[in-house]
């Protein structure tokens, strides 16, 4: 059974950074493609940023680019996730989840296997 710690939530001001992490335990890294998530307040769960099984793809959704940047480290068994200029819409509660059966793309937000619990993120000012 895989699990997923989110930790590295808090509060910030706009423009400000935070990094979350996603700490996998029960297997290696290789072995899942991992995607963050966030659920706005009002809003329905929406994918941020994935990364591929072997570290080597990475996808961010529009919203994010060039703002968030999704990294990993196998030696600690652990995804980052760095954002930057944060902004008031970016807060919301951010969840990391595996996916292991591959598809089409290198990584993706549907038919996730397991979930972390969630970080809080706060931008306010």
């Known amino acids: 059974q895989l699990q997923l710690v989110e930790s590295g939530g808090g509060l910030v001001q706009p423009g400000e950074s935070l990094r979350l992490s996603c700490a996998v335990s029960?297997?290696?890294?290789?072995?899942?493609?991992i995607s963050w998530f966030r659920q706005r307040p009002g809003r329905e769960r929406e994918g941020v940023s994935c990364?591929?099984?072997?570290?080597?793809?990475?996808h961010y959704a529009v919203p994010v680019k060039s703002r968030f940047t999704i990294s990993r480290d196998t030696s600690k068994n652990t995804v980052y996730l760095q954002m930057d200029y944060l902004r008031v819409e970016d807060a919301g509660t951010y969840f990391c989840?595996?996916?292991?059966?591959?598809?089409?793309?290198?990584?993706?937000?549907?038919?996730?296997?397991?979930w972390g619990k969630g970080a809080l993120v706060t931008v306010s000012w």
């Open positions: 989840a595996a996916r292991r059966r591959s598809g089409i793309a290198p990584c993706s937000y549907d038919r996730m296997d397991f």
């Open positions: 990364i591929s099984k072997n570290g080597n793809r990475v």
């Open positions: 029960g297997s290696t890294l290789d072995e899942y493609a």
